[in-house]
């Protein structure tokens, strides 16, 4: 049984940055395909930042340029860097893991684990 637990989210002041933390437990970390997505009510959840199981990195349009996806495989840890955050980047932000590469990863159904969630906040 695989467990995604996230961290650090919080309110920031647009252009602020916030760090993201997801920690895994239960398979072997550098195998699987782990990514970041976000949700606001009465929306689809967005794929935002996925890293696959070879280390090959891709990101959802509006955050190209400003976050960084990446993970520490000693401490079972995946992290989302967000700098330049925006007033839409505002919502709850969801660790996803998944035990193969899906052939698309921005859809939540190509992801078989999610964490609870954790907000971000970026007051327009």
């Known amino acids: 049984q695989v467990q995604l637990v996230e961290s650090g989210g919080g309110s920031v002041q647009a252009g602020g940055s916030l760090r993201l933390s997801c920690v895994r437990s239960?398979?072997?970390?550098?195998?699987?395909?782990m990514a970041w997505f976000r949700q606001v009510p009465g929306k689809e959840r967005e794929g935002v930042a996925v890293?696959?199981?070879?280390?090959?990195?891709a990101y959802g349009d509006s955050v190209k340029g400003r976050f960084t996806i990446s993970r520490d495989s000693t401490k079972n840890t995946l992290y989302l860097q967000m700098d330049n955050l925006k007033p839409e980047d505002t919502g709850m932000y969801y660790c996803?893991?998944?035990?193969?590469?899906?052939?698309?990863?921005?859809?939540?159904?190509?992801?078989?684990?999610w964490g609870q969630g954790t907000q971000v906040i970026v007051p327009s």
């Open positions: 239960g398979a072997t970390f550098s195998r699987y395909c």
């Open positions: 890293i696959y199981g070879g280390g090959t990195k």
């Open positions: 996803a893991a998944n035990p193969s590469n899906p052939l698309s990863w921005n859809q939540r159904r190509a992801f078989a684990f």
